[in-house]
């Protein structure tokens, strides 16, 4: 069976653990890793510029700057025009190759030197400071580097190798200070912190090299796997001529407090765009009008505190689009929360069972979406502390509550309280960030919910079927413009998605 190695992500230590035992396993030493890994990167050169350019190499202590020894050696064997900027070299194989470099007549100045002409007369700068092994926050000469790197007037791009310099590999935190790449060429594996957090702010461009051995390297279980298309193509399937609306499902959705009949009404919009059989909105009594005017196609109650009968007729229930945090709003949660059934909790449903927390009925599916802000509410943490290791928050959440679990954010990570590993979403856009973004994707998870008998979709998917499409769709609504996309434009593009398999053109 194939393996597609960029779905499949590690930590850093399990790259460290595993690579040695991979490489022994494939017959490779760890200087020949090293080649592989520089060759790896003149390869990304090679294809984006051609020799003979300026490339200006900056070399750290360890192994990440020895592979920017050998790259300088190899790349000037290529033609280009190579310098090189360093620190001491310390770690046994980048003595060695920096000796290689010099051997081969290579010059090198001295990295505390780095002048704002060198990088200005670069077409290329390869930043090999510091990879994995990155433990503690900058300092001279690094800082000072990466800030001169930074500037927003070079011309040229930057490659990083491994990781960027200033990044955490593994939690996707960056240093105050770390290195914006064009483009990142990563060894052996991916790396969770390449994959969520900020880091997309730095990495930019990410290539898997494997160096040849990861096949070996990829029995280890791996932390992350990314959600892929296929997960949602094996799922959504067409559906059978002779299906009814009962056969998708009902879905309830709790929210639309004054003021905030916009929530829900997404929130439904979107539950229906993603074939849900019904959906019914308890909202409070000053929204319903709005909620109902808007779109025919929701059934609008306004309730009180009595959600006994629409939760008689609820396949599944969302609750939190708009909701608030009124009493009117705690007494829904209440209600909602004895209910047996699967539930999807978010926004200020989410806060309300933070503030004063109820035990989930055994015979209940839990399942939460919350944003950074809300999870870290959950666990009685600032927002920092859950974006300082968002897995780390993620694993909690779903531990703590015995919640399936969503973390939004760039990166939304997917977890199920009975698994090890987690999902990653490597899709989406930062137009997605904007006010009722959340609310589209609940609607999307009470969709999916519903319909999860008739398609067969097992529960720990179903946020991950819901981060993906919502990601997509993001995807694609921003292609008319990042900047002014609308929660309510991702709800066409919904629609095309969840019918993977239908070909939309009318034939005659
Ligand atoms: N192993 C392999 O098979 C392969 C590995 N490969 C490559 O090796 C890289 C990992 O190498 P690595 O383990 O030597 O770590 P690396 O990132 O170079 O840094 C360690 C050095 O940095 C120092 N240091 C740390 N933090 C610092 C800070 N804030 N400020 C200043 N210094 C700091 C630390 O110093 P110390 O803590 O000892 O004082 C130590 O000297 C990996 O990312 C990949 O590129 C590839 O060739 C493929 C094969
Ligand atoms: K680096």
Redesign the pocket.
């Known amino acids: 069976m194939s393996v597609d190695l960029t779905t499949m992500i590690y930590t850093a230590e399990q790259v ?1 653990d595993g ?2 035992d991979a ?1 022994a396993r494939c017959d490779v030493s ?1 200087a020949q ?2 080649q592989r ?1 520089a060759q790896a990167c003149l390869e990304v050169i090679q294809h984006k510029q051609a020799a003979p350019a300026n490339l200006l190499i900056l070399c ?8 920017g020894w050998v790259l300088a050696r190899l790349a000037q064997q290529a033609g280009f025009r190579v310098q090189v900027a360093a620190t001491e070299p ?2 046994e194989l980048a003595k060695l190759a920096a000796q290689a470099w010099r051997d081969q007549g290579g010059v090198v100045t001295d990295l505390t030197a780095l002048t704002t002409a060198q990088i200005d007369n670069a077409d290329v700068i390869i930043d090999a400071m ?10 001279t000469p ?1 800082t000072e580097a990466v800030n001169l790197i930074n500037r927003h007037n070079f011309a040229g791009w930057v490659l990083s ?3 960027p310099t200033g990044l955490n590999s593994d939690t996707g935190i960056a240093m105050p200070t770390a290195v914006k790449a064009t483009c990142t060429v990563t ?2 594996a991916l790396k969770t912190g390449l994959v969520t957090g900020a880091a997309a702010t730095y990495c930019g461009e990410l290539v898997l090299a494997d ?1 040849g051995v990861s096949r070996a390297f990829f029995k280890t279980p791996p932390t992350l796997r990314a959600i892929q298309s296929s997960l949602v193509s094996e799922h959504l399937r067409r559906r059978n001529k002779a299906a009814h609306k009962g056969d998708f499902g009902h879905v309830l959705i709790v929210g639309g407090g004054p003021g905030m009949s916009g929530a829900a009404l997404l929130a439904g919009q979107a539950a229906l765009r993603c074939g849900a059989g019904k959906v019914s909105i308890a909202c409070h009594k000053e929204s319903q009008l709005a909620i109902a005017a808007a779109q025919p196609e929701l059934m609008v109650h306004a309730v009180d505190n009595d959600l006994s009968a629409l939760l008689e007729r609820a396949t599944v229930v969302v609750i939190g689009p708009g909701l608030g945090q009124s009493p009117w709003a705690r007494a829904l949660v209440e209600r909602v929360a004895q209910w047996q059934g699967a539930v999807a909790w978010d926004a200020d449903a989410l806060n309300s069972l933070a503030a004063q927390p109820i035990a989930k009925p055994d015979a209940s599916v839990w399942l939460f979406t919350p944003h950074p802000g809300e999870a870290a509410r959950l666990l009685n943490l600032s927002a920092s502390d859950v974006n300082a290791n968002r897995l780390r928050a993620l694993t909690q959440i779903c531990q703590n509550f015995h919640a399936y679990t969503l973390l939004k954010g760039a990166g939304t990570l997917v977890k199920s309280p009975q698994q090890h590993d987690a999902w990653v979403c490597r899709r989406g856009s930062p137009a997605l960030a904007v006010g009722g973004s959340g609310d589209v994707l609940s609607g999307v998870v009470g969709a999916l919910l519903a319909q999860q008998t008739a398609e067969q979709i097992p529960t720990d998917q179903v946020l991950a079927i819901a981060a993906w499409l919502h990601a997509v769709a993001g995807e694609m609504a921003a292609q008319r413009g990042e900047r002014g996309t609308l929660p309510s434009d991702l709800l066409d593009e919904l629609r095309t998605l969840v019918n993977p398999h239908q070909d939309l053109k009318i034939g005659a």
């Open positions: 460290r690579e040695q490489a760890m890793l090293m890994a750290g202590p360890g192994n990440n700057g020895g592979d310390r770690s510091l990879g994995n092994g990155l433990d503690r926050d900058l300092s690094f190798i491994d990781v060894m052996i160096l």
